[in-house]
């Protein structure tokens, strides 16, 4: 860890991530799917006919899981009292003041019990980090769902967040779509200071 230990939180690690937005895994699958398609049409449907299809598909969903598990990253992150440091797994952390977060787009993990990672920390600069799963698909771990809740709780905290609304488009994808800000006092505080100078 980095700077003081005096009121730090212990470390969240996030495991097998990627730090990519969905939009982009999803970009990749699509383009993977034309190669796939060709390779089932020229080489694998003159010798396992229609059944070739199932095979070609196969192969792409593997070789998209091979592609997702060689690019997942262990992400660590841990706060202080002013910020939130995130850091690569040797231990290289960034920090982040809490007031340069604009907010943060993730599961309601405190009220549902969930095992899979999708966070979006939103800065005020317009940069977005994202930690999402590499697998889609919910799996019963409630050691990881635990964690999921600590660190979201510790999150709100720390950065004094509440409840903004629903994203959508996040929703529609069926990732963590609840949008949490600063509360207000903390947005015209911050406001105040910009007009100010202070």
Known sequence: ?????????PEFVFEKVHTQPYAIIYLAFTISL?????????????FFAHGGLALS???LILGM???????????????DE?????????GNFTRYLKRDIAGICAYDYELKSRPNVSVTIALKNGKMIH????????????DKAQMLKRFF???KKRLDL?????????????TGANWYAPSKAQVCNDRWRHETGN
Do not use: E
Not at 82 to 90: L, T, V
Not at 131 to 139: A, T
């Open 1 to 9: 860890m980095t700077g003081n230990r005096k009121n730090c939180t």
């Open 34 to 46: 034309v190669p796939a398609v060709l390779f089932y049409w020229f080489l694998i449907q003159r």
């Open 57 to 59: 598909f196969g192969i």
């Open 65 to 79: 899981s091979l592609i997702m598990q060689a690019l997942s990253k262990t992400v660590r992150i841990y706060f």
């Open 82 to 90: 002013k910020s939130i440091f995130i850091g690569d797994a040797s």
């Open 131 to 142: 930690l999402n799963d590499i697998n889609l698909f919910s799996r019963s771990d409630p």
């Open 153 to 155: 709780s510790t999150a």
């Open 162 to 174: 509440t409840f903004v609304k629903k994203d959508r488009l996040r929703a529609w994808q069926g």
